[in-house]
């Protein structure tokens, strides 16, 4: 299955865009219309794309406050790095 990044109108005639995923771009085209949506472009979202869209937004400190804490505790029992990191 591929990622399809979109550009739609809503209801209310509001532009609205991002990423569907369709095996087709024609797919992707039919989701949209069954959310209410209409298509004005569709096109694939490259693997390079995708990776930076999925963190995007970025991490909030309290989040990054709480990773820091897990990985401390987790390397503080003896875990190595990539144990901690699978955990």
């Known amino acids: 299955m591929e990622a399809f990044q979109y550009q739609a109108l809503d209801a209310t005639g509001r532009t609205v865009s991002g990423v569907v995923q369709a095996d087709t771009a024609r797919q992707a085209r039919t989701q949209l219309r069954a959310q209410g949506l209409l298509p004005s472009t569709i096109g694939p979202v490259h693997a390079r794309e995708r990776a930076r869209q999925r963190w995007s937004r970025g991490i909030s400190p309290a989040e990054l ?23």
């Open 65 to 87: 406050s709480l990773v820091t804490r897990q990985m401390a505790t987790l390397l503080a029992s003896g875990l190595t790095m990539e144990h901690g990191l699978n955990a």
